[in-house]
Each structure stands twice: as C-alpha cells, then as structure tokens.
C-alpha cells in the first residue's frame, strides 16, 4: 500500500509559477514510476509528468519548456515546478505512483487556479 500527499496548490495569476510536491509512505525507489496528473472540469483525467525509477522523464505536449518533474528519494518526495502558467493549466492536480506489480495509487489530488 503507497499512501501519496500533494500539497502546493493554489491560486496564481498566469505568468507564475507554483511547486507541487507529493510525499509518499514508501521508498520511491522501490516505485516503477510516479506521475502527475490533472482533471479540469468536464474533461479527462490526462497525464501531465512522469518519472521512471530510472529518471527518465516525460512531459505532455502542452506543459514542455513550463513544468519539470523532480524527485527527491532522501525525502520520498516528487515534485512538480510549473512556470508561466497559464488559465488552461486550472484544474486539480494528481499524484499517482504504479509499483512493480502495475497496482496504482493516488493522492487526494491538489487545487491550482490560474486566474488574473
């Protein structure tokens, strides 16, 4: 069982920036991969930012050059570092974690709102 806390949230005006992280209960290292994920409201649930065990990252087309995934294993902790951030960045923002065996966890989910 991985247990995931985002925090960082919140509301920007576009242009700015915010870091979300997620603390997770396990080592990350035992983790095949821990994502971000966001849902606006009435749209998907659509991946945002990835991390493999081994550090391989990827990004989805509408957050390059602007977000970057990081981690820090001393503190079991992901991170996401979003710059220029714009109103269609708004919605709520996921941790997830996929372990060894493909079983998922999520967080409880994060609040950003970009608005002037």
């Known amino acids: 069982q991985v247990q995931l806390v985002e925090s960082g949230g919140g509301l920007v005006q576009p242009g700015g920036s915010l870091r979300l992280s997620c603390a997770a209960s396990?080592?990350?290292?035992?983790?095949?991969?821990m994502g971000w994920y966001r849902q606006a409201p009435g749209k998907e649930r659509e991946l945002v930012a990835r991390?493999?065990?081994?550090?391989?990252?990827n990004y989805a087309d509408s957050v390059k050059d602007r977000f970057t995934i990081s981690r820090d294993s001393a503190k079991n902790t992901v991170y996401l570092q979003m710059n220029s951030l714009k109103p269609e960045d708004t919605a709520v923002y996921y941790c997830n974690a996929n372990s060894w065996s493909d079983l998922g966890y999520w967080g409880q989910g994060t609040q950003v709102t970009v608005s002037s």
């Open positions: 396990v080592n990350i290292f035992n983790i095949k991969y």
């Open positions: 991390i493999t065990r081994a550090g391989s990252t």
